[in-house]
T-cell receptor, first 113, second 116 residues
Framework: GDSVTQMEGPVTLSEEAFLTINCTYTATGYPSLFWYVQYPGEGLQLLLKATKADDKGSNKGFEATYRKETTSFHLEKGSVQVSDSAVYFCALSDPGSARQLTFGSGTQLTVLP | DAGVIQSPRHEVTEMGQEVTLRCKPISGHNSLFWYRQTMMRGLELLIYFNNNVPIDDSGMPEDRFSAKMPNASFSTLKIQPSEPRDSAVYFC??????????????FGPGTRLTVT
């Protein structure tokens, strides 16, 4: 079945540091890939998405590129801010799964001033 | 647009009591999802509806859990009887129609359930 593997957290960085959160996936078809963010006490919000190989999703300074050859969708940001502190979830939607999302376990990011 | 609305935001109940969680999806969305989030198990899909019809309830833990969607603007998740291990944050999410798997799911703020 489909699965998403994220790097273990928590991740703690200083403000303006470079961020990478690794995500790899297993899917039977050609999935769409997503990064969701969850701020404390809130629900998940879509951060960015990519629907086919080599697509790059970007939003709020975050980027991720759909790499079919390595089955990866790593999240990056060049300079993190304290306000980026949250839990980040990688997810996929497989065409055979009728719009269901398969989530990774989430990575807690804390950015210190 | 008010987004996905869930109520209550917090629920504390005693073991054995019935609990009902409520969700109002975004107007015009025809897919609705119920998730449970715990530290141990992460985010789990419990059930999802398409056009008010349950499509996949394989994630529902056991017969104590039931979900309904009587119309396009309302859904409930009921636990009866509740147990301490049901303590979690329960999210409702909705998505617009079509067959495009890139459709975004919009999440509500969640209901934090504590069963003592």
């Amino acid at each position: 079945g489909d699965s998403v593997t994220q790097m273990e957290g928590p991740v703690t960085l200083s403000e303006e540091a470079f961020l990478t959160i690794n995500c790899t996936y297993t899917a039977t078809g050609y999935p769409s890939l997503f990064w969701y963010v969850q701020y404390p006490g809130e629900g998940l919000q879509l951060l960015l998405k990519a629907t086919k190989a080599d697509d790059k999703g970007s939003n709020k300074g975050f980027e991720a590129t759909y790499r079919k050859e390595t089955t990866s969708f790593h999240l990056e940001k060049g300079s993190v801010q304290v306000s980026d502190s949250a839990v980040y979830f990688c997810a996929l939607s497989d065409p055979g799964s009728a719009r269901q999302l398969t989530f990774g376990s989430g990575t807690q990011l804390t950015v210190l001033p | 647009d008010a987004g996905v609305i869930q109520s209550p935001r917090h629920e504390v109940t005693e073991m054995g009591q019935e609990v009902t969680l409520r969700c109002k999806p975004i107007s015009g969305h025809n897919s609705l999802f119920w998730y449970r989030q715990t530290m141990m198990r992460g985010l789990e899909l419990l059930i999802y509806f398409n056009n008010n019809v349950p499509i996949d309830d394989s994630g529902m833990p056991e017969d104590r859990f039931s979900a309904k969607m009587p119309n396009a603007s309302f859904s409930t998740l009921k636990i009866q009887p509740s147990e301490p291990r049901d303590s979690a944050v329960y999210f409702c999410a909705s998505s617009s129609g079509g067959t495009d798997v890139s459709y975004e799911q919009y999440f509500g703020p969640g209901t934090r359930l504590t069963v003592t």
